[in-house]
């Protein structure tokens, strides 16, 4: 048994069955035994590679990305660079270098990294030593100028509540102790006007996922961009509505049982772009999400990948390039999703 889940099963002893969101939570982010809060489970050596951690250029990319919204809003200086979630800081760091030749652009820059894990924290400052970056717990005490964010794969570490239909009812999805070992259950039901509003149309017996914090970082971010400017681009796995049971657990590379080993396996969800769309609020346009592979073509990684190919590693960078924009790879698991404020120009990658 982990310690972390010695602690969880003695706090469900005490105060009984605790939400699917709380289990999750603690898992990923216990100051002590928390996933990300011990190790750094990124790369090759890892539990899981990232698009950042495969090539270079998907840093690049978005970092062009990130310059051409700039200079379409009119080269805000001061503005924030933030990236959430930022890993090794790879992604950033190359977005960094690729940008370092549009003009204004790196001198406006305040970077800002939200980051809870120390240890990925300690990576990071390596990555971007100076950068001048900065690192912050969440968005709220941001200064108030224009903002470009950038999240890859963040919003799939939320913790998210589950919940269940059964005929005008809801019920929630919770870990239990059962003969003393951890185990699913539900609820009570209940009514639930919040569900019942937002998922009219799904079916008696069908799950839904609510994030809670993914909505209130696209509520800090839509408030921040509508009133001030700049945009959102959040990358990652999942859809525009999806319904049903996306928790998943991953260890050591492999699909693993969300309940074994808390605090040792990475647990994710799908990411319901709609629902982070709607918590970014009415002042804000929504452009995608487009297939990652789609957005990495029209942002140019073909062009890119061709030039690189011609140093030593060629067979390397078309096997990243394959990797990361392929539809049977990460090209069409993975979504691109940007918010940018009403009237602004809708940004490179996005139909129009
Ligand atoms: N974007 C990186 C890392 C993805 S892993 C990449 O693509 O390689 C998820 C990242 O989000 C990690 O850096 C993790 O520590 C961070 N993270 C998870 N939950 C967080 C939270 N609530 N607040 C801030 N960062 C969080």
């Known amino acids: 048994m982990t310690p972390l889940e010695a602690r969880i099963r003695a706090r469900i002893a005490s105060e009984g069955p605790m939400p699917v969101a709380e289990f999750m ?11 990300y809060m011990t190790r750094d489970p990124l790369g090759r050596a ?5 698009a950042p951690e495969i090539s270079q250029m998907f ?33 950033m760091r190359d977005a960094l270098r690729a940008v370092a030749g549009v003009p204004g652009f790196r001198a406006a820059a305040r970077i800002v990294l939200v980051e809870t894990s120390p240890v ?5 400052a390596e ?7 900065r690192w912050a717990g969440s968005l709220a005490a941001l200064p108030e100028v224009p903002l470009i964010a950038i999240a890859n794969e963040f919003f799939d570490a939320l913790p998210v509540r589950q919940f269940q239909r059964l005929g005008t009812a ?25 569900l019942e509003a937002r998922f009219a149309a799904v079916p008696d017996g069908a799950v839904v996922e609510l994030c809670p914090s993914g909505e209130a970082v696209a509520a800090a971010l ?4 509508a009133a001030r400017g700049g945009a959102a681009l959040i990358v990652d796995y999942g859809c525009w509505d999806g319904i049903g049971d996306s928790l998943q657990a991953l260890a050591g590379g492999a699909h693993a049982d969300p309940l074994a080993r808390p605090g040792e396996a990475d647990l994710t969800a799908h990411v319901r772009f709609r629902a982070l769309a709607e918590a970014a609020g009415a002042g804000l346009r929504a452009s995608g999400p487009v297939p990652q592979g789609v957005f990495l073509e029209r942002l140019g990684i073909t062009a890119r990948a061709r030039v690189l190919a011609r140093g030593a590693a060629g067979a390397e960078v ?6 990361l924009t392929h539809p049977e790879e990460m090209g069409n698991l993975f979504q691109v999703l940007a918010l940018t404020p009403r009237g602004a120009p809708v940004p490179p990658g996005f139909d129009p």
């Open 46 to 50: 890892g539990d899981f590679v990232t």
């Open 59 to 91: 840093g690049e990319l978005l970092g062009a990305w990130a310059a051409q919204v700039w200079g379409d809003q009119g080269r805000p200086d001061p503005f924030l660079l933030v990236e959430l979630g930022p890993g090794r800081g790879t992604l």
């Open 120 to 124: 990925l924290r300690a990576r990071q």
């Open 25 to 35: 939570g603690l898992c990923l982010g216990d100051p002590e035994h928390g996933y």
């Open 318 to 323: 078309a096997a990243a390039h394959r990797r």
């Open 127 to 133: 990555a971007l030593e100076g950068s001048g970056a």
């Open 222 to 225: 839509g408030a921040r961009i």
């Open 170 to 194: 809801w019920r929630e999805r919770l870990v239990v102790l059962e003969g003393g070992r951890l185990a699913f259950d539900w609820g009570r039901p209940r009514a639930e006007a919040v």
